[in-house]
Structures are given as C-alpha cells and as structure tokens.
C-alpha cells in the first residue's frame, strides 16, 4: 500500500491499480452542514413579516370590512393623517364599516422606499383602490401615501399612516409596478 498525500493506492501483483479511496467524506459533511444553515437562514428571512406586510393586512381588512383585523394591525395610538384630518382607528372603521356592504374594494400597491432601524419603519408607497357597485361602473381611487410603524414581539404594526389623495389631474407614474394585495383568506 502506498500513501500519497490524502490518497490510498492500492496495487495488485500485476501493477494494475484497482481501487484509489478518496478521504473526502469530511469535506462533504462540511459543505452539506454550509448548505443546510445557507438554506435554514433564508426560509427564516423569508418567513420573518416585513414592516410592509401590515400596511397591506389594514388594507385587506378594510376590504373585508374586517374591523378587527383593522385594529390588530396597528399600535393602541394609530393616527391616520386623511383629507386634512387627523383620524384615530375608531373614525377609520366609522368610514369603512359604514357602507351598505355591496361596494368592493380591490387593493394595488408600489412600494417607492422602505427604511428600517431597530423596531422602527418607514415606508412609501402609491396606492390604487378599485371600487366596484353592483350594476356601476368600477372607479379607480390613487393616492401617495407613507406610513411609520413600530415593531412589537414579531409583528409591524402601524402607528402613523399618512395619506395624499391624487387630484383629477394626477395619476400614479408610468413606471410604478403596482401589485394586487388579495389576502389570503380572501
């Protein structure tokens, strides 16, 4: 038997090698063990809740008329800066539970930037609402909004959300991706 390094040679009496054992079952246990955690950190990134993901929980509770999922996705001190009006959770649900339940409302978002220190967040987006009456036409409604919303546990929840209603004679840009929120008990 010779040794060559990391290599076991194995020659038979007619000189002919008949087998060479490679010790590399090491290096596969380390890159499977790399692999695995590689793998574990990004099902954990993709599972932890973004700060976004409360903005559109409000947004598909006031579809539902869900008043308390409403609340469950923001802080005890929500303020709502609508129309030229400071608004608490109690008047935002006053104006969504309000109607006579056959308008319904389809949610498209485009995330212009986001921003997170620590517990705390930031972000802006355009946002498009699709309302829809039975035997009436759809009408779109757009506005620019922003929002700041604190971490508490695992969970964002929204503490200010700031909303600029466009005019007539504005519309969400060109380039803005918009994506439909639906959720997913929806």
Not at 29 to 58: D, R
């Amino acid at each position: 038997m010779l040794v060559v390094h990391s290599h076991v040679l194995t020659v038979n009496e007619d000189d002919v090698m008949c087998a060479v054992v490679h010790r590399r079952p090491d290096i596969k246990k380390l890159m499977l063990t790399i692999i695995f955690v590689v793998l574990a950190g990004t099902a954990n990134a993709q599972e932890a809740p973004q700060p976004f993901s409360a903005i559109q929980a409000l947004f598909g509770a006031m579809s539902a008329s869900d008043e308390a999922a409403m609340r469950a996705s923001s802080t005890q001190d929500f303020h709502l800066l609508e129309v030229g009006e400071v608004w608490d959770m109690d008047k935002l649900v006053s104006a969504v539970t309000s109607s006579d339940g056959t308008t319904t409302r389809r949610n498209f978002f485009a995330v212009i930037s986001s921003r997170t220190s620590g517990s705390r967040a930031w972000v802006s987006y355009w946002n498009r609402a699709v309302f829809k009456r039975p035997g009436e036409q759809s009408r779109n409604v757009e506005w620019l909004e922003s929002a700041v919303l604190a971490k508490q546990g695992d969970s964002w929840l929204i503490e200010m959300l700031h909303s600029t209603r466009l005019g007539p004679n504005q519309s969400i840009p060109e380039g803005a991706d918009l994506q439909e929120y639906v959720a997913s008990d929806q």
